[in-house]
């Protein structure tokens, strides 16, 4: 199960928690005799509907140790979404703690899935330890990417598949910048979960685990670092809007690295957040569910920041393909050249198992152990790769191929941009145009004719947005991520911004 033969310390720092790794065995073997108790057994399936606390570790491998299968959720799930995703998965427990509302506790009863209280006691571990269960190919994880109210695609990760995201991370980044590890990041998916914290806290290294994205938490991040003499953390960008703007930096330089995944990062944020943290180890690393999370980054620390830029693959070979055709052997006359775009394709150790139930799904995205990432982007002379965006967001303006992230990229760089998300318009001559959602801390007509001028500066006419709509708010997924669609979706219903009378000078 483990990298290593032990675990970690395991600490609740904003809630002055802490087990030391003595105190994690007794929690897991005592854990563990209680799930036997309720009737889990090897095989099984085990949602756990809760996160970011000790007792989730524990149960997690609690779980493992009885030889079932753990399903971590989204705790702001619905008893409407939990029971559809209970359909799907045929869990046979439920792990709840004093956060579960009584909906969801009844959600999960009348879906027939028994409900361990994980807040309460385990009780004594009488007796010899429990043996260890699961075995290499057994599966181990399941984490649902989407359909919580339609139809649901879990990706299943075997202990073999596990295993090998953690050894190759070893291999690439070694565990020792790990040794102080903290996770800002929700546990329910595979960034936050299978790299951010379990890779460092499975190695033997002490994890500090916070309540996912919390503003008053970023806002004091630096004090969080100095005072745990953190020296790593992984993030994703729309924690460092709002940190670079409230958060003092830390003062003690105990970060020695930082990662940061889930989108592709400018090069403006990323020198920001050197900045801001006071090592040049920031890290755009790449990560798929269904890859095990980090796939690729940068090891070293003295890169020249490139929007987009990636670096090698961790265990991974990448490569770059005219083709998003599944389920046949890749043709190699099918492969890019340096800097053409074209659909990024893995192949890893660590790759998932498949969907769960879904042989379908599986096929349109696996051939021969290579997945599809559904990212387009480019391997540069160095072999490095540089994402230019997602499949499904590019922009096909009569012909032209536009990238949102692009566009990002040339506007976050504007000093008054707190957010920003490009996405395709319907457009009766051109098939698609451009799009902008935009959260700005100026909003005044002199700083918006400043913006046009900068972005006709950086931008090529075909990707200069023709509608702009200013919000309070990009809407993010509970990962961090922007769904480019939802934000249109949002837009549709507001006024865009009169850009003609904006751009002549006589106000909004």
């Known amino acids: 199960m483990f990298v290593d033969?032990?675990?970690?310390?395991?600490?609740?720092?904003?809630?002055?928690?802490?087990?030391?790794?003595?105190?994690?065995?007794?929690?897991v073997a005592a854990r563990a005799q209680r799930l036997v108790r309720r009737g889990l057994r090897p095989g099984d399936r085990a949602f756990l509907l809760f996160g970011n606390r000790l007792e989730f570790f524990a149960e997690l491998l609690a779980i493992w140790r009885v030889g079932a299968v753990a399903i971590p959720l989204d705790a702001r799930l619905t008893a409407f979404e939990v029971e559809t995703l209970a359909g799907a998965a045929r869990a046979r427990l439920g792990l709840v703690d004093d956060g579960t509302t009584d909906a969801v506790r009844g959600a999960l009863a009348t879906a027939g899935v028994g409900i361990v209280d994980a807040s309460e006691?385990?009780?004594?571990?009488?007796?010899?330890?429990?043996?260890?269960?699961?075995?290499?190919?057994?599966?181990?994880?399941?984490?649902?990417?989407?359909?919580?109210?339609?139809?649901?695609k879990g990706v299943v990760h075997t202990h073999r598949s596990l295993r090998a995201r953690?050894?190759?991370?070893?291999?690439?980044?070694?565990?020792?910048?790990?040794?102080?590890?903290?996770?800002?990041?929700?546990?329910?998916?595979?960034?936050?979960?299978?790299?951010?914290?379990?890779?460092?806290?499975l190695s033997g290294q002490d994890l500090l685990i916070t309540p996912p994205f919390q503003p008053d938490l970023l806002m004091r991040l630096g004090a969080l670092v100095d005072e745990h003499e953190v020296t790593f953390m992984s993030s994703v960008p729309s924690m460092w809007r709002l940190a670079l703007k409230l958060a003092k930096r830390p003062q003690k330089g105990t970060l020695e690295r930082v990662h940061v995944g889930s989108a592709p990062l400018s090069a403006q944020a990323w020198e920001d957040i050197r900045t801001w943290t006071g090592t040049p180890a920031v890290c755009n690393a790449y990560g798929i569910t269904e890859t095990g999370s980090w796939v690729a980054g940068l090891a070293g620390r003295d890169v020249v920041p490139e929007d987009?830029?990636?670096?090698?693959?961790?265990?991974?070979?990448?490569?770059?393909?005219?083709?998003?055709?599944g389920g046949a052997p890749l043709?190699?006359?099918?492969?890019?050249?340096?800097?053409?775009?074209?659909?990024?394709?893995?192949?890893?150790?660590?790759?998932?198992?498949?969907?769960?139930?879904?042989?379908?799904?599986?096929?349109?995205?696996?051939?021969?152990?290579w997945f599809l990432t559904g990212d387009i982007g480019v391997l540069d002379a160095r072999g490095r790769l540089v994402l230019r965006g997602r499949e499904r967001d590019e922009i096909n303006k009569g012909g032209a191929k536009i990238y949102p992230g692009d566009v990002d990229a040339v506007v976050e760089r504007f000093p008054h941009t707190t957010d920003v998300c490009t996405f395709a318009l319907d457009d009766p001559t051109y098939g698609q145009n451009v799009g902008m959602a935009l959260v700005l801390d100026d909003a005044s007509p002199a700083t918006l004719r400043a913006l046009h001028g900068w972005m006709k500066d950086h931008l090529a006419e075909p990707k200069m947005p023709v509608r702009w709509y200013l919000i309070d708010a990009i809407p993010r997924t509970s990962r961090g991520k922007i769904n480019r669609d939802h934000v249109k979706e949002r837009c549709t219903t507001l006024e865009p911004l009169d850009l003609a009378t904006v751009l002549h000078g006589s106000g909004r």
Request: some cysteine.
């Open 308 to 325: 987009g830029l990636i670096g090698e693959g961790w265990g991974a070979v990448i490569r770059v393909l005219h083709t998003r055709e």
């Open 5 to 27: 033969l032990q675990v970690g310390n395991l600490s609740e720092p904003v809630r002055g928690r802490r087990w030391t790794r003595a105190d994690v065995a007794r929690e």
């Open 331 to 369: 043709d190699p006359s099918q492969i890019c050249d340096v800097d053409e775009p074209g659909f990024v394709w893995l192949n890893t150790p660590a790759l998932m198992r498949g969907y769960l139930d879904r042989d379908d799904l599986t096929e349109q995205v696996v051939s021969e152990g």
């Open 121 to 152: 006691p385990p009780g004594s571990a009488d007796g010899p330890p429990l043996p260890a269960r699961a075995k290499l190919d057994d599966d181990g994880l399941i984490l649902f990417t989407s359909g919580s109210t339609g139809n649901p």
């Open 166 to 201: 953690w050894i190759t991370l070893r291999q690439a980044l070694g565990v020792d910048v790990f040794r102080r590890t903290l996770c800002l990041l929700p546990t329910h998916f595979g960034h936050g979960l299978i790299c951010n914290a379990l890779y460092p806290w």
